[in-house]
C-alpha cells in the first residue's frame, strides 16, 4: 500500500467481522435488528463485512427467548432470561471456537454493545441469588473471539460514537491490514525494518516508549528467529496503538515531523506551522488542519523518508476521521 503523502494514497478494501444485528439483518432476539448508520452508511464504502450472530447460528432462532449472562463475571453462564434451565454456554463457546479460525485475514471486529453473546465489556452479569447485576461482564462469543486472536483490533458500536475511539480503531484496523499484507508478503529482515521506519511517528503518537523498546527488538536481527521477533514485535505494535493518542502527544509528534523541513520552508512558512501545531495542542482546531499543512509542504518539499509515513495517511481522507479529534 502506497503511503506517498504527495499523493491521496488509494487503500484496499479491509475485511471486518460485525454483529449481524448492526447491519441490519433482523436476528435479535424480539426479531429485530440495530442497525448502525455509520457501519452500513459511510464505512461500508470501504470495508467488506463478515457478519456473524452466535445466538441464531446455534439455532435458537427469530424470534426467541432472550437470554443473559449469570453466574462468576469472570466466567458467566449464557441462559434463559425467563428459563433459566436453557443453558447455551457450552453451545455458543463451541461454535465459536470453530467459527473463529474460519475468519481467516479479517483485519478487525464491530460487536454489538451488551450482548450475552457479542459484548466486548461491561455486559450485565446477573447473581444466581438475585439483586443488581454487575457490568463486569463479556459476551460469550466475543470472549473466545478476543483470546483467539488477541491482536485483532475489537470494538463496540457505541463506543464508535467517540470520534477518538473511531479514529484510533480505524487506524488500528489499517495497520493490521498493512501487518498481514507484511506477513502474506514473506516475512524477511528487510521488510520488517522498512515496516517498522514508515510506521514511526505513528507509533510515536500513541507511545515514544513503545516505539524504541519496538527498535531495540530490531536492532540485531541476523540469527534469530525472525517468527518469534516479529510476534514480540506486533504485539508491542497493537498494544502501543490500543493507547489514546492525546494532543499532547500528537502535537510532539508534529514537532518531531517539522525538524524534516527546517531547511526547505521559510521563516514565515515555519512560524505558520508552529502556530497550527500549537492551536491544535490548544484545542482550537483538529488534528487534519497540521496534518494537512504538513502534507502541502511535503508536496512542495519532497522527501522520501516523510513520504512513507503512515502518519500522514493512516487511513482513506473520505472518512474524514482526524476531521473531529
Known amino acids: 500500500m502506497s503511503t506517498n503523502s504527495q499523493a491521496t494514497p488509494s487503500f484496499p478494501r479491509v475485511k471486518i467481522g460485525a454483529s449481524s444485528c448492526l447491519l441490519g439483518q433482523e436476528v435479535r432476539f424480539n426479531g429485530g435488528h440495530k442497525q448502525d448508520r455509520f457501519l452500513v452508511g459511510s464505512l461500508s464504502q470501504f470495508v467488506d463485512y463478515v457478519p456473524v450472530c452466535p445466538e441464531v447460528a446455534i439455532g435458537l432462532g427469530v424470534p426467541r427467548p432472550p437470554i443473559r ?3 462468576d463475571p469472570d466466567s458467566p453462564r449464557a441462559v434463559g432470561t425467563d428459563d433459566p434451565t436453557m443453558d447455551v454456554t457450552s453451545r455458543l463457546q463451541s461454535f465459536a471456537r470453530d467459527k473463529v479460525p474460519s475468519f481467516g485475514d479479517i483485519s478487525g ?4 454493545k451488551d450482548s450475552p453473546s457479542c459484548g466486548m465489556e461491561r455486559v450485565k452479569v ?3 441469588k438475585g439483586g443488581v447485576a454487575q457490568r463486569k461482564g ?21 463506543r464508535l460514537n467517540d470520534p477518538v475511539l473511531k479514529e484510533n480503531f480505524l487506524t488500528r484496523v489499517f495497520v493490521f491490514r498493512r501487518w498481514q499484507d507484511l506477513i502474506a508478503g514473506g516475512l524477511s529482515s528487510r521488510a520488517l525494518i522498512a515496516f517498522h521506519s514508515d510506521h514511526k511517528f505513528l507509533v510515536m503518537a500513541h507511545s ?9 527488538l530490531l536492532a540485531v536481527l541476523r540469527g534469530v528467529d525472525l517468527e518469534a ?14 493507547r489514546r493518542a492525546t494532543r499532547k502527544r500528537h502535537a510532539n509528534t508534529l514537532q518531531h515531523m517539522a525538524g524534516y523541513l527546517k531547511r526547505s520552508i521559510d521563516s514565515d512558512d515555519k512560524q505558520e506551522l508552529a502556530h497550527n501545531i500549537d492551536a491544535y495542542r ?3 482546531v483538529p488534528l487534519i488542519v497540521p496534518i494537512t499543512l504538513f502534507r502541502h509542504y511535503f508536496r512542495r518539499h519532497p522527501d522520501p523518508y516523510m513520504e512513507r509515513q503512515v502518519y500522514l495517511n493512516p487511513h482513506p481522507d473520505e ?7
Do not use: D, H
Open 126 to 128: 446477573y447473581s444466581e
Open 319 to 325: 472518512m474524514s476521521l482526524r476531521n473531529a479529534i
Open 208 to 216: 515514544q516508549a513503545a516505539y524504541q523498546r519496538m527498535g531495540r
Open 69 to 71: 449472562l449469570v453466574g
Open 229 to 242: 521477533v516479529s510476534l514480540m514485535y506486533v504485539t508491542e505494535l497493537m498494544t502501543a496503538l490500543a
Open 109 to 112: 471486529y464491530i460487536l454489538k
Open 282 to 284: 490548544r484545542g482550537q
Open 138 to 158: 463479556q459476551g460469550v462469543f466475543a470472549r473466545v473471539l478476543m483470546e483467539r486472536i488477541p491482536l485483532l483490533p475489537v470494538e463496540e458500536e457505541g
